[in-house]
Each structure stands twice: as structure tokens, then as C-alpha cells.
């Protein structure tokens, strides 16, 4: 399994990358981790050159601000998901990515990639939809801001365009009383790719006994990973024993909103199946955790 | 600097590669093509690294890059560029193994041994971090390592008397 030549560049500044991707053109792959995009090479991908982006310290790290925290594409997985106020203050996202790969992936691939292989079931996803997250593109022509949802076009497709990069992911900080929960099914205990991850993010008011808001991000359960806007709105603003008895109604709609495939790993009716189950135990679980309680020992 | 010209390659180009090994600086040139599992074994003649997957899933090819355990199998050498390389030959120290690797023959978490250099240089990188972990947490970081030989309760045991060992301090 060798890798084919290819032109081989080595930038040490976003400009300085910016630049050679637009004068390359199409030919041109970036390479961040690469332990996607080296397995591909391996099978047969021949891309014409590599502009490898490890050198770009300024997309590296958390930049925590007030009400949002910034997070450089080339973020490592290992650094986020051991970042102790990651884990305090988005641990729906801190979990997540704790569950992508295995240490050793965790130790080379980063935020931005795993974004821009817009893999239906990315890890990341959800819980970085959930949280209300956008993204910031940088290219030839300045930067642009999107909201995650639109970065993600079908599978394997983003909204970027030749000649740009993911530059940074910037999260929404939620404020006052918040709870997360991401629940991942996989084939084994660790190390696989999910067949379907739910995430849920909530917020209350500061009673801590009405829902502020409610966020449900969806993974490996349609085209792009996505929100379950209609389940949302069905408990936005009610108390938290309200949310509990609309629990079942929310859970139904969020199914209608799903459409998963048959493939190699798992049937489109199993998807279907656990969806249900997974959206009650998440739900159920952000609520538990909202009124103080540990909820089922679920992460 | 705006100017591709600035690091234009040249076709089917070599580039050199600056890293150190276990301690020892080395200059070598390369292809970019190759991949650090390929410089190490190749280059280097370091056999203790394997390549068993070759895709990243089975952990055989495991290395430390600045303490951290990583897949060389996927990684090209030059993204390992100005870096610091640990293999299993960088373990033992004035010819006496290191803690794990004792440990590991002690407890016979080694049969046919193709995992082992990845399944020890995984466990140092747990225990710089954590001396003194519990078994699941030593399963949750091992499970990059695939062993088709053990059935892993050893490897979890001699991971557990070596952390027992070193914080003794003995060696």
C-alpha cells in the first residue's frame, strides 16, 4: 500500500496556503491530519499535490471569549477532548470528540477535518449543530461566516469553494443553568465510526424550572448531520415538567425528520429503531440533569 | 509571503526530513510520498514499529510524536517535520528494559508480539500522563491496539504491575 507521488507543499502562514491553493487550483488537496485522507491515497487517491497545513499555528487552539469560544480548524481531537473547560462548559462537544477514533487518531486528526470530510455521522457534528455553531471560511476574497447547517451540503460535500479553507468554528457559550448529553451508537465499544449519534443541548432560565431552549443535533440519520428544528420547537419554552410529558410527541416528530440508509453497517429500519430510543434517553437525560439530577449515568 | 514560487516543488521532488529518534538528531532525505512507518523502518532501520492494517485500525504501527501515541502507518514523515520520535527501541535504558517491557514478559502479555512495541509505546504515553491508571481507562486508551493473540486481561495486568513498579520508583 504505497502512496503515489505527489507535489508536496509546506506553507507557514494561512495567506501563504491561501495563496498557493488558489494558484494550484482544483489539483491542489489540503492536508491536515491526513488519517482520512492518507487511507484514501493508499487505495488509490491521486491527488496532484498535497498543501499541508500543519505549520499554520494560527488555526491551532480555544479562544475563549464572553459569550462564544473560537475554536482554529487544526485543532487536535486529543487537545479538545482533554481541554478541562471544554469539558466543564460544552461537554456535549468535550464528549463527543473523546468518542472519535482512537487515541491515536484523536492524536493526529483535528476539528476542521473531520468537518470538511462532511461525513453524515461525524462526531463533532451534531453536538457542534446542536450548540448553534458557525463557521469561518477563509479564501481568496476575504473571510465568510455560515451557520454550520449550511456548511454541510450532502455527503462528503461542504459549502467550500476552490481556493478556501475552514479557518475556525465558533460555538455559542450558553449562559445560566445548560446541560448536554451525546450518546453514540457504535458495533463495539470504542473505535468505530457512529451508526447514529443524538445530541441534545439545553438551557433553562435562571429558576432553572423552564426550558430557555432546547437544541437536537442529529448524526448518521440523513444526507448531513442535522437539527430536529420541529422536535425543538415543541419544547422550547416549557417548564420542565411539561418538557417531560411532551417527551413522546417530541420524540415522534424528531423521527419524522430523520431519513437514514441501508449500508454496510446497519439497516436504515436499525437506525430508525435505536433513533427513537437514543432521542427519549437524550432528552430524558438533559432534563434529569437540568433539575439537577445525574441522569442514568449517561454521558 | 504571498508567493507559491516561494516553496514550489520540484516534480517527483525529495525533501529532507529533520527529526529526532529516540534522542538521536537525523537528517535524511526523503520523498514526501513516504510515510513516517516507511522512514522509521526503511530509512532508519527500525523494525520495532509494524505495519499490520496499514489504514490506521489495528495500531501495530504505533510511535510516540512529542509523547503522544499516533498511527505512523497514515502519518507522511514530513508532517513529523522538526519533530521528536519515540519507538520501542528508544525504551530501554543501559540495557535494561523499561518497566512495561518487563512487565509485559513477566505477564505474559506477549505471545506472538507483532502488537506489542504499539500496544507498550500506547501504555508509556497513558502512563507519563496518568501513573497510576485503572483498568478501564487503560482499556479505553489501549483500544487503538488490536492483539488477535492475548484476549488483553494480560496486557491490562502487565500495564497495572508496571504502573505499580514505577511509582515504586525502582527503576
Known amino acids: 500500500m504505497r502512496i503515489s507521488g505527489f507535489e508536496y507543499h509546506a506553507p507557514a502562514s494561512l495567506d501563504e496556503a491561501l495563496g498557493i491553493l488558489s494558484h494550484l487550483g482544483p489539483e491542489a488537496r489540503p492536508l491536515a491530519g491526513g488519517t482520512d485522507l492518507i487511507p484514501q491515497m493508499k487505495h488509490g487517491l491521486r491527488p496532484g499535490c498535497l498543501v499541508w497545513l500543519g505549520n499554520l499555528a494560527e488555526l491551532k487552539g480555544l479562544t475563549w471569549n464572553r459569550d462564544e469560544v473560537r475554536i482554529g480548524a487544526l485543532t487536535l481531537h486529543a487537545d479538545l477532548a482533554g481541554d478541562r473547560e471544554l469539558q466543564s462548559r460544552l461537554p456535549v462537544l468535550a464528549r463527543a470528540i473523546s468518542l472519535i477514533g482512537s487515541w491515536q487518531i484523536r492524536n493526529t486528526a483535528t476539528l476542521g477535518g473531520n468537518l470538511c470530510n462532511a461525513s453524515p455521522a461525524a462526531d463533532s457534528a451534531g453536538p457542534l449543530m446542536a450548540l448553534g455553531s458557525s463557521v469561518v471560511l477563509a479564501g481568496p476574497g476575504g473571510e465568510e461566516e455560515m451557520p454550520l447547517g449550511l456548511f454541510f451540503q450532502g455527503p462528503g460535500e461542504t459549502a467550500l469553494r476552490p481556493g478556501q479553507l475552514l479557518k475556525e468554528v465558533k460555538v455559542p457559550l450558553p449562559h445560566g443553568p445548560s446541560a448536554g448529553c451525546y450518546l453514540k451508537l457504535m458495533r463495539k465499544k470504542a473505535v468505530d465510526l457512529a451508526l447514529l449519534?443524538?445530541?441534545?443541548?439545553?438551557?433553562?432560565?435562571?429558576?432553572?424550572?423552564?426550558?430557555?431552549?432546547?437544541?437536537?443535533?442529529?448524526?448518521?440519520?440523513?444526507?448531513?448531520?442535522?437539527?430536529?428544528?420541529?422536535?425543538?420547537?415543541?419544547?422550547?419554552?416549557?417548564?420542565?415538567?411539561?418538557?417531560?410529558?411532551?417527551?413522546?410527541?417530541?420524540?415522534?416528530?424528531a423521527c419524522g425528520e430523520i431519513s437514514p440508509i441501508d449500508d454496510v453497517r446497519a439497516t436504515a429500519s436499525y437506525r430508525r429503531t435505536?433513533?427513537?430510543?437514543?432521542?427519549?434517553?437524550?432528552?430524558?437525560?438533559?432534563?434529569?440533569?437540568?433539575?439537577?439530577?445525574?441522569?442514568e449515568g449517561l454521558s | 509571503m504571498n508567493n507559491p514560487a516561494a516553496s514550489a516543488p520540484q516534480e517527483r521532488h525529495r525533501v529532507v526530513l529533520e527529526i529526532t529518534v529516540n534522542g538521536r538528531p537525523e537528517r535524511l532525505e526523503i520523498?514526501?510520498?513516504?510515510?513516517?512507518?516507511?522512514?522509521?523502518?526503511?530509512?532508519?532501520?527500525?523494525?520495532?514499529?509494524?505495519?499490520?492494517?496499514?489504514?490506521?485500525?489495528?495500531?501495530?504501527?504505533?510511535?510516540?510524536?512529542e509523547g503522544r501515541p499516533i498511527n505512523s502507518c497514515?502519518?507522511?514523515?514530513?508532517?513529523?517535520?522538526?519533530?521528536?520520535?519515540?519507538?520501542?527501541?528508544?525504551?530501554?535504558?543501559?540495557?535494561r528494559p523499561h518497566p512495561l517491557q518487563q512487565a509485559f514478559v513477566d505477564k505474559g502479555a506477549i505471545q506472538c508480539g507483532f502488537c506489542t512495541p504499539g500496544m507498550i509505546l500506547t501504555a508509556k504515553a497513558l502512563l507519563d500522563k496518568?501513573?497510576?491508571?485503572?483498568?478501564?481507562?487503560?482499556?479505553?486508551?489501549?483500544?487503538?491496539?488490536?492483539?488477535?493473540?492475548?484476549?488483553?486481561?494480560?496486557?491490562?495486568?502487565?500495564?497495572?504491575?508496571?504502573?505499580?513498579?514505577?511509582?515504586?520508583?525502582?527503576?
Not at chain 1, 435505536?274 to 441522569?295: H, M, Q, S
Not at chain 2, 497514515?74 to 540495557?95: P, R, S
Not at chain 2, 483500544?143 to 520508583?169: H, Q
Open chain 2, 31 to 65: 520523498e514526501p510520498r513516504q510515510t513516517l512507518l516507511e522512514v522509521l523502518r526503511d530509512g532508519l532501520g527500525l523494525m520495532g514499529a509494524k505495519e499490520g492494517c496499514g489504514s490506521g485500525k489495528c495500531g501495530a504501527c504505533t510511535v510516540l510524536l
Open chain 1, 274 to 295: 435505536v433513533a427513537r430510543v437514543y432521542l427519549g434517553r437524550g432528552l430524558n437525560t438533559v432534563l434529569d440533569r437540568l433539575a439537577g439530577k445525574e441522569g
Open chain 1, 197 to 253: 449519534g443524538v445530541a441534545v443541548q439545553a438551557s433553562a432560565d435562571e429558576s432553572g424550572s423552564r426550558l430557555r431552549s432546547l437544541s437536537i443535533g442529529l448524526g448518521g440519520l440523513a444526507p448531513t448531520p442535522i437539527r430536529a428544528g420541529k422536535a425543538e420547537a415543541v419544547l422550547a419554552g416549557l417548564s420542565l415538567d411539561q418538557a417531560r410529558k411532551a417527551l413522546d410527541q417530541a420524540v415522534d416528530l
Open chain 2, 74 to 95: 497514515i502519518l507522511l514523515a514530513v508532517q513529523a517535520q522538526g519533530a521528536e520520535v519515540t519507538t520501542i527501541e528508544g525504551l530501554a535504558k543501559n540495557g
Open chain 2, 130 to 171: 496518568n501513573p497510576d491508571p485503572g483498568p478501564e481507562e487503560i482499556e479505553e486508551h489501549l483500544s487503538g491496539n488490536l492483539c488477535r493473540c492475548t484476549g488483553y486481561s494480560k496486557i491490562v495486568e502487565a500495564v497495572l504491575s508496571a504502573a505499580e513498579e514505577m511509582k515504586g520508583g525502582r527503576s
